[in-house]
Nanobody, 124 residues
Framework: QVQLVESGGGLVQAGGSLRLACAAS????????MGWFRQAPGKEREFVAA????????DYADSVKGRFTVSRDNAKNTLYLQMNSLKPEDTAVYFC?????????????????WGQGTQVTVSS
């Protein structure tokens, strides 16, 4: 059974930074791509970033390119999202997810395990 637990969310002022972490239980963390998604109130869950199984290849939503960095530590079974230059429109619940393939994927249909989410609130 795979469990994903996010941490690191909170309240930050615009222009500030946060680092989210996602701890994964279960085996074979390094066999699968991982992703971050977010959902703001009244909106659909949207793709934020993804990283392949090796940690070499990454993909980002246009809205976060140049500000967010996704990384992973396969030895620690942990996924990260470094968020800099935060904007009020980044306010959302952030979810980590595990894909069922090893290469980066944008669509939600490629992910079969999800965490419970962590709230990120950016004040103006």
């Amino acid at each position: 059974q795979v469990q994903l637990v996010e941490s690191g969310g909170g309240l930050v002022q615009a222009g500030g930074s946060l680092r989210l972490a996602c701890a994964a239980s279960g085996r074979s963390f390094s066999d699968y791509a991982m992703g971050w998604f977010r959902q703001a109130p009244g909106k659909e869950r949207e793709f934020v970033a993804a990283i392949d199984r090796s940690g070499i290849s990454t993909d980002y939503a246009d809205s976060v390119k140049g500000r967010f960095t996704v990384s992973r530590d396969n030895a620690k079974n942990t996924l990260y999202l470094q968020m800099n230059s935060l904007k009020p429109e980044d306010t959302a619940v952030y979810f980590c997810a595990r894909a069922y393939v090893g290469t980066t994927r944008v669509g939600r249909q490629w992910y079969n395990y999800w965490g419970q989410g962590t709230q990120v609130t950016v004040s103006s």
